[in-house]
């Protein structure tokens, strides 16, 4: 079955686009997650981890384009929802996003909870239509 989720696309700079699909949780309002081809796994913001994630033990590696690796916890979002549409439950990796949250207000007042990264999109085998502004998932 095909799924389709509608995404919005800001500029930050010029040339750097980024599309943003709104996140769909109980009590969060203005935050969006960032479709991110080029991350390996989906990231969430920690310090919204205890309303939102169960937390697992294992630590996760992650690294960033030209970052040294750094240690980071995960947790399961038990039902992941984009564009309320329901995804069941995913990983991600938690990591402070309050660098990338000050460069966006410069820029746009969506504040980022997370990327959803290949992990994601390659499960679901992803197709971004940018002339159309969605992705269509299977």
């Known amino acids: ?12 700079e010029p040339n750097t686009f980024h599309p943003l699909v709104k996140a769909d949780f109980k009590g969060l309002q203005n935050y ?3 479709i991110d081809s080029g991350a390996s796994k989906s990231v969430m913001e920690i310090t919204l981890m205890d309303h939102y994630l169960r937390e697992e033990t294992d630590a996760v590696m992650a690294t960033g384009l030209g970052k040294e690796e750094v240690s980071t916890s995960s947790g399961i979002i038990e039902d992941l929802k ?3 549409l329901s995804f069941g439950p995913l990983k991600v990796a938690l990591v402070d996003f309050k660098h990338i949250n000050t460069e966006y207000s410069k820029f746009s007042d969506k504040k980022i909870i997370g990327l959803i990264g290949c992990d994601f999109l390659y499960a679901h085998k992803a197709v971004i239509d940018f002339k159309l502004c969605r992705v269509i998932l299977r």
Do not use: H, N, Q, R
């Open 82 to 84: 984009l564009d309320s």
């Open 32 to 34: 969006w997650w960032v």
């Open 1 to 12: 079955m095909l799924k389709e989720i509608k995404f919005t696309i800001i500029e930050l």
